[in-house]
């Protein structure tokens, strides 16, 4: 009479796979920008593209059908544009998300994963999500040992990378300037978020000495 082995049926294929997809993810999540901020930024962006939409396509006609002087068709448009500009310049640089790729040897387990965040190479890659002008999510890989502190007068601006891309011409210049708060806002809970390694990589990033200038 011969005996069946356990572990020798369908059912124990499962338990296998199991095994073998142990350790951590190839990327984890490490900043987290936050809902609110997000949906409020959406929100104004579609706002200013409707005025500039309904300046362009609904006043300005009318105005210069009607008995105005020349120049108030060009101010209309004019007036419509400069908030839809303004608002797309100035939020260009803040962070939805930023993600940290783990190389094999820092998969292995949670904590060589957390060493590995908290002593970063300067060929670390992060993947950093921001917003396009039309509200479409963007995501940019960067080296860790490109991105420098930055400062801009005008919008806010934590760091920059010094070495973008190169992309086609129709896709538009790869985005250089980049705003993140030093903390990330809490989000749900998840084996791949790890919000209090941003600490850590930031103070990596802000530490990066700036090039000097040229003579």
């Known amino acids: 009479m011969s005996l069946k082995s356990k572990d020798s049926g369908p059912s124990s294929a499962p338990s296998r796979a199991a095994a073998v997809r142990k350790g951590q993810p190839e990327r984890l999540l490490v900043y987290y920008g936050g809902t609110g901020r997000a949906m409020f930024l959406g929100v104004l962006r579609v706002t200013t593209i409707l005025l500039f939409g309904a300046a362009c396509l609904i006043v300005a006609p009318a105005c210069q059908e009607s008995d105005y002087p020349w120049y108030t068709t060009p101010a209309v448009i004019v007036g419509g544009t400069l908030p839809m500009l303004f608002v797309a310049y100035t939020s260009a640089p803040y962070v939805n998300f930023i993600h940290l790729a783990l190389p094999a040897f820092a998969r292995k387990t949670r904590e060589t994963a957390i060493h590995y965040a908290k002593d970063l190479p300067p060929t670390a890659i992060l993947y950093i999500n921001t917003m396009r002008f039309n509200t479409i999510p963007r995501q940019t890989s960067v080296r860790v040992g490109d ?3 930055d400062h801009d007068p005008i919008r806010p601006v934590a760091f920059r990378n010094l070495c973008p891309a190169p992309r086609p011409w129709w896709a538009g210049r790869s985005p250089t300037q980049f705003f993140a708060a030093e903390k990330s ?7 791949v978020f790890y919000p209090e390694l941003w600490p850590h990589i930031r103070r990596r990033i802000m530490s990066s000495p700036r090039p000097s200038a040229k003579i």
């Open 185 to 191: 806002q809490p989000g749900r809970q998840s084996s």
């Open 147 to 149: 991105l420098i502190p």
